[in-house]
């Protein structure tokens, strides 16, 4: 069984941020936000033709300053968020604005890559999240699976509840929480679960997790000194309410039961510098993506902590596809806790890695030069959890 | 004649004469042979000579000259033939006469000797007539005076049976039962005999009752047992001879020496630490009174306060053993000598053999040594728990050796006891627990030589060059007299020596002049599993644990543990790894005589020597990633903050190295310093000429210039993956943290990049203007001044420097870059 080989696609700007296109459930879609100081920043919409294994893209511009996060609606396939900074007299400001795409950035999409390159479409300013209080966001939460109604930022040292309203027009701060304690505490990531209603946050500052409760806007529970160093991100599973999994500069991979924050579950140590980035597969939970400064990429297969620790066990009929012929209850060995694969088509530092929310055995992760590269879960690996 | 003639002439001549004289008379001495040699009628000498032949054939065969020599031969022949003739009849002659004259004398004296034999026989006759008529006179009275002795000895043995009654009476006022048992025993049988004679009745009833008086009190001065053993003994074997029952006396003199060596083992008792009240001596107590109401006997009246002694100094446990031997195991023997004596060998002698007392007395024996036995084994253990200080091992094993050869005296007098066995368990149980415990005290010992260490490190005066520089004072911290290489080396001298010391201790127990020495279990399992295993594997796996340790526990801020000490154990777990464990382990086997070979074969493997060696290496391996983590981290935290909490789009121009640039310099070579006093340079790419004087340029990486150059030029796959080919022609990767060699160039090389590393992503996430990009390359340039020399392979500083530079200059909303000789002669300023 040939794995298929990676696809790569060049940015020509530095780049950090990247999404899956949330809402877009058929097609394989990426949205990738860039870093540069000098010229107008894009939004490249990278869309993947998963038969013929060719990469579309597209362009916006997104002319408010450089990206550093980019996150998009749930809901509304046109809608994102952006943290982007912002350089004015010699001051550098982070801001965080709700974006729309324009309703035909797709049209040009089938013409020659030249004439999109020279007349790019321009992101419609949809609304600020930013007052006067609270600014320098590191990034913005959408609520899962939520309508497109409910964001959540991180700025400095407060987690904003934004409700946005008037076709996301209008946004107000509904709650806010804020973190105390001695020196300069900052939010460096957050991520908001999935399960309790969508009722928690989890959010890192310096080398702790805390979990915030969203209706009382008070701490439930704090992982401290979670990671040696600084936590870089965060992901819960998506089918294990208490399951949390961190990366950071201690080059460790964390899982966590947040009823017991005294140890970790389980611990990664794969990679030979920072971890940037974790992320659960959004179905088969077992497959762990990670992405680190040392160039790599990893997907880890954690079976023993996954929801289907015995392997597959219940027909996951929304997710496969045009694979319900081959569920058969067989019995198979348990697969092992163990790296699946170990990427290294990047040649700078991996800051973002993230699974298509679309076809749930590919991913896509972005290198700070500006290469994308999609891969897929190896053949033998996914059928031996499909079967 | 016998003079002229030579010697074989003589003896010739004569035979020949005699030959003739034979002839003559008849006589030959070969039988046949004349027959054979005389049918020659021509032999001159031959019986049937022929003259006539002898002639004619000499006339016909010779000449006449010949014939004439033989003449005159023959005429020389006759001649001696002659006078030999004539010599043997004078001789002949001579000898008859002298014959004649002998037996004429001979009939004389015949004559005179018939005459005095008559006279002799007469003589006899008349002799032997005398003696028979002594004889018949004297017949009668003979018997009369056989018959007389007989009365009289019957008389005296009367006489004794009727005065035994006074005599044992007087026997039993002088006290001496002895005699009057042996004199009863003598009339005993002959009183039985003829009881029916009334007279002889009243004797025998008389004597018995003054015997029964008298084994009243024998039995009395039997249970006061104020007497002696020897006393003692001597009253059970009388009182066996009058037939009291054996059993009855098996346990009276068991139960009464059981009341004495109480006393000897109440005095052991009192001195073991009287507290905390321990369940034993309630428990002793308690059997003791069972012990003694069951035996029936009163002698027991041993106060029950004795049982809790005042508390005595304690003595030292060779002290205490050598009293338990001396006092109780000595008793223990007499009695069991004196017990045997009387009622085993004695008995099957004697006519009691028939009744099984042999067996029964063993069986009681067996049961009184092993129940005494066992309270003196279990005082004895509670005295050996108490030895818990690890100071004087020879003490101890001289006390348990003691312990164990008195034993053996027990063993040969006992043969089927388990007693010695028990003891040898105690000893073996003594050897484990001691062997235990020296375990534990080199652990503890590790452990303090440890925390001295630690505060050997902390203290700023003789602590290392790197935190000398930190305080000030740089030249100080490396002259001080304790360095890290002295540390190391006093630290695994101070180990060895106490592992030494601590095998030489336990080395005792396996002495040639120890009696236990020789058990299997101490030739065998002791050596390879007790020492060998327990202790000096295990303290070994102890310190490559308590090692590794470090580097879990001290979590990743490394804030508890200096890192100091993690470099030097590494190192120490290096030499662990590459000669300390060898040396140790052959060490334990030569003088323990471990077989490493066929012990495979048993249950416990030993563990071997690679193993072991593969630990150390692998805690070796940890401590030092750790270390280079530690201290990687400590210069990345520093970089991180000084990036951080700048705000590098309004700062001045650059004028100056930052500090932390230089500090970063400073602690690095600190930390060479450091690393260099315990690991070898190791090897390094060679460098170039002008290492120092490197070029930066701001946008040295080739990937980055296509970039300004024509924007809006969208890449497509292809081109990417063309140019991240020609990327990885140019770069290697490079791991971060990663596994670090032994050697100082590859430790420097990961703190390096590790800091680096930092530096790198750090100024990726920060905006720089103008001034600041150029206060970057200021700091990289200086960086790459001094930080070329520490690493194996200089490109890799080049390479992350270029990396910085270029991020820095990518992040810069005003990319306009310093003069290189500017930089220079900002750099070289200081």
């Known amino acids: 069984m040939e794995d298929d080989a990676p696809v790569i696609y060049g940015l020509e700007f530095q780049a950090r941020a990247l999404t899956a296109q949330t809402a877009e459930t058929d097609a394989i879609r990426f949205l990738v936000g860039t870093q540069s100081l000098k010229f107008d920043n894009q939004i490249h919409i990278i869309d993947f033709d998963d038969e013929n294994n060719i990469i579309n893209k597209n362009v916006l511009l997104h002319q408010a300053g450089e990206i550093w996060h980019i996150a998009a609606s749930p809901a509304d396939k046109a809608v994102l968020t952006t943290c982007y900074n912002k350089t004015s007299d010699s001051r550098v400001v982070s801001c965080a604005a709700v974006w729309r795409m324009p309703s035909n950035w797709d049209s040009e999409s089938h013409e020659s890559p030249d004439d999109s390159a020279h007349n790019p479409q321009t992101l419609e300013l949809l609304c600020h999240l930013d007052d006067s209080a609270h600014r320098n966001a590191a990034c913005v939460l959408w609520e899962p699976m939520g309508n497109g109604k409910r964001v959540i930022s991180l700025a400095d040292n407060h987690a904003l509840l934004w409700d946005l309203q008037e076709s996301s027009t209008q946004a107000t701060v509904s709650s806010t929480a804020t973190l105390e304690g001695k020196g300069q505490l900052k939010f460096t990531s957050g991520k908001w679960s999935p399960h309790h209603n969508c009722s928690q946050l989890a959010t890192a500052n310096d080398t702790t997790i805390r979990g915030w409760d969203l209706r009382t806007m008070s701490q439930i529970y704090c992982i401290e000194n979670a990671h040696g160093q600084l936590v870089r991100d965060l992901d819960f599973n998506p089918n294990r309410q208490y399951y949390l999994a961190s990366c950071g500069d201690d080059c460790k991979v964390k899982f966590w039961d947040v009823r017991n924050v005294q140890e970790p579950v389980k611990v990664l140590e794969e990679h030979s510098h920072w971890v940037w980035s974790v992320r659960y597969n959004h179905s088969h939970d077992q497959l762990v993506l990670t992405a680190s400064s040392d160039s790599r990429l990893i997907l880890s297969n954690m079976v023993s902590i996954s929801s289907e620790p015995f392997g597959h066990l219940v027909d996951d009929e929304e997710l496969s596809e045009g694979e319900d012929n081959h569920q058969e209850d067989k019995s198979k060995e348990p697969l092992k806790d163990s790296v699946v694969s170990t990427y290294e088509e990047h040649e700078d530092s991996v800051y973002a890695a993230e699974w298509s929310s679309a076809d749930p055995w590919l991913f896509a992760s972005l290198s700070y030069d500006g290469r994308l590269v999609i891969n897929r879960v190896p053949r033998a690996l996914k059928y031996r959890i499909l079967l | ?830």
């Open chain 2, 1 to 830: 004649m016998d003079a002229d003639g030579s010697v074989s002439d003589e003896s010739g001549r004569r035979r020949r004469v005699h030959g003739m004289l034979k002839l003559y008379y008849g006589l030959n001495e070969d039988g046949k042979a004349p027959e054979l040699q005389s049918l020659d009628p021509c032999d001159i000498n031959g019986p049937h000579f022929d003259p006539e032949l002898y002639l004619n054939k000499l006339r016909r065969e010779c000449s006449l000259s010949e014939l004439m020599d033989h003449e005159t031969c023959m005429v020389k022949q006759i001649r001696s033939l002659d006078s030999d003739m004539q010599t043997l009849v004078y001789e002949n002659y001579n000898k008859f006469i002298s014959a004649t004259d002998t037996i004429r004398k001979m009939k004389n004296d015949f004559k005179k000797m018939e005459d005095e034999m008559d006279c002799l026989s007469a003589n006899m006759a008349a002799i032997t007539d005398f003696s028979a008529s002594i004889s018949s006179t004297l017949q009668d009275q003979h018997a009369q005076i056989t018959k007389l002795s007989g009365v009289h000895t019957l008389l005296r043995k009367l006489q004794f049976l009727f005065e035994l009654p006074a005599r044992l009476n007087k026997c039993l006022e002088l006290q001496a039962y002895a005699q009057a048992v042996s004199s009863h025993r003598r009339a005993r049988c002959v009183l039985q005999q003829y009881s029916h004679l009334p007279s002889f009745k009243g004797i025998q009833d008389d004597c018995n009752a003054i015997m029964e008086k008298l084994a009243q009190e024998l039995r009395q001065k039997f249970r006061d047992g104020g007497t002696s053993a020897k006393d003692l003994s001597e009253c059970v074997e009388l009182m066996l001879q009058l037939d009291e029952p054996a059993e009855e006396l098996c346990d009276k003199f068991l139960s009464h020496a059981r009341s004495r060596l109480e006393l000897d083992l109440q005095g052991l008792e009192a001195e073991i630490k009287p507290y905390p009240p321990p369940p034993a001596p309630k428990e002793a107590a308690t059997r003791r009174s069972s012990s003694s109401t069951a035996a029936g006997s009163p002698s027991d009246n041993s106060p029950k306060t004795l049982s809790l002694p005042s508390p005595t100094p304690n003595t030292d446990i060779l002290e205490f053993i050598d009293r338990g031997c001396n006092e109780f195991v000595s008793s223990l023997c007499l009695v069991i000598t004196s017990y045997q004596e009387l009622f085993i060998n004695h008995a099957q002698t004697g006519e009691l053999a028939s009744k099984n007392i042999p067996q029964m007395a063993n069986g009681k024996l067996q049961a009184f040594v092993d129940d005494l036995a066992a309270r003196y084994f279990s005082l004895v253990e509670r005295r050996i728990q108490e030895e818990k200080g690890v100071g004087d091992n020879s003490l101890l094993v001289r006390a348990l050796d003691r312990f164990h050869r008195r034993l053996q005296a027990v063993a040969k007098l006992l043969p089927g006891s388990a007693v010695p066995n028990r003891g040898t368990e105690i000893v073996i149980r003594a050897a484990t627990e001691r062997v235990k415990q020296y375990l534990s005290a080199l652990q503890s010992f590790y452990m303090d030589s440890l925390t001295d260490v630690r505060q050997a490190l902390a203290t700023p005066r003789l602590s290392v060059a790197g935190a000398g520089v930190h305080l000030g004072g740089p030249a100080a911290g490396r002259d001080a007299p304790s360095s890290l290489p002295e540390l190391l080396s006093s630290l695994s001298a101070s180990i060895l020596n106490q592992i030494k010391s601590v095998l030489a201790s336990v080395h005792l127990f396996t002495a040639k002049d120890i009696t236990f020495s020789n058990k299997p279990y101490f030739k065998g399992e002791f050596c390879s599993q007790g020492v060998r295993e327990n202790l000096v594997v295990n303290f070994i796996r102890f310190v490559c644990q308590s090692s590794r340790q470090f580097c879990e526990s001290a979590g990743d801020k490394g804030g508890s543990t200096p890192p100091a000490l993690l470099l030097l154990l590494s190192r120490l777990c290096l030499d662990f790894e590459t000669s300390t464990i060898s040396y140790i382990l052959t060490l334990t086997d030569e003088q323990f005589l471990v077989q490493t070979g066929h012990l495979f074969q048993h249950q416990n493997p030993i563990t071997p020597v690679t193993a072991l060696c593969g630990e150390a290496r692998e805690a070796a391996q940890k401590l030092l990633n750790h270390y280079v983590k530690v201290q990687g981290l400590i210069i990345s935290q520093m970089l991180r903050k000084s990036v951080e909490t700048r705000d590098w789009v309004n700062t001045i121009e650059p004028r100056n190295v930052r500090a932390v640039m230089k500090r970063v310099v400073e602690d690095t070579t600190s930390i060479d310093v450091q690393v260099g006093l315990l690991y070898e340079e190791g090897v390094r790419k060679a460098h170039s000429s002008d290492s120092s004087k490197r070029t930066f340029s701001v946008y040295s990486s080739s990937r980055q210039q296509p970039r300004y150059a024509a924007s809006y030029t969208p890449s497509a796959p292809m081109d990417t993956n063309l140019l991240s080919n020609i990327h990885k022609l140019f770069s290697e990767r490079i791991d971060i943290f990663s596994s670090v060699e032994f050697n100082k160039v590859s430790v420097m090389t990961g703190i390096i990049k590790i800091s680096l590393k930092t530096f790198l992503e750090c100024v990726r996430l920060r905006t720089f203007g103008r001034y600041g990009l150029q206060q970057i390359q200021v700091d990289c340039h200086y960086l790459q001044m001094y930080l070329w020399r520490f690493v194996s392979d200089e490109n890799l500083v080049h390479f992350l420097l270029d990396e910085i530079v270029g991020s820095a200059a990518h992040r810069c909303l005003d990319p306009s870059p310093m003069e290189q000789s500017v930089i220079e002669v900002i750099c070289e300023r200081g």
